[in-house]
């Protein structure tokens, strides 16, 4: 999909996304990590709970995430998806070239990106 924007206007608000996505996970006691990775035409945010199991009151939050993200952000940078994941499995399911933009990435091969503070 093009979405006939420059370069730095994508990129400005790529920034802005992942500042309100590190803010987000900042403010949400229960998120352990925030990685973004691009996943052909979405942006896709997989976010890591603290606890080992499938965090149902996270995954509600992050419905009203996905909604603001979308709204806020979707028309510049297309879709976006937030997914939660199991911090044991984080590997499996996140690329190597994925950015961290909150909280610990442990000792995972997983990319810090030059994390982008809020």
């Known amino acids: 999909c093009e979405l006939g924007i420059s370069l ?14 590190a803010s987000w ?3 949400h006691p229960s998120v352990r990590a925030i990685f973004a990775y691009p ?9 890591v709970p603290c ?3 499938f965090n149902f ?4 939050e992050m ?10 952000h979707g028309r510049v940078l297309g879709m976006i998806e ?3 994941i199991p911090w044991q499995d984080r590997d499996s399911f996140v690329s190597d070239n994925a950015r961290c933009i909150y909280g610990d990435r442990g000792n995972s091969t ?7 503070a809020a």
């Not at 730095?8 to 996505?21: C, K």
């Not at 009151?57 to 509600?60: F, R």
């Open 51 to 53: 606890t080992d199991t």
């Open 82 to 84: 937030v997914l939660q």
């Open 63 to 72: 419905a009203h995430l996905n909604r603001d993200l979308v709204r806020d």
């Open 25 to 27: 996970g900042k403010s």
């Open 39 to 47: 996943n052909g035409s979405k942006i896709v945010l997989y976010v």
């Open 110 to 116: 997983l990319n810090s990106g030059g994390k982008i």
């Open 57 to 60: 009151d996270l995954a509600d």
């Open 8 to 21: 730095e206007v994508y990129l400005g608000q790529l920034s802005d996304l992942f500042r309100a996505v």
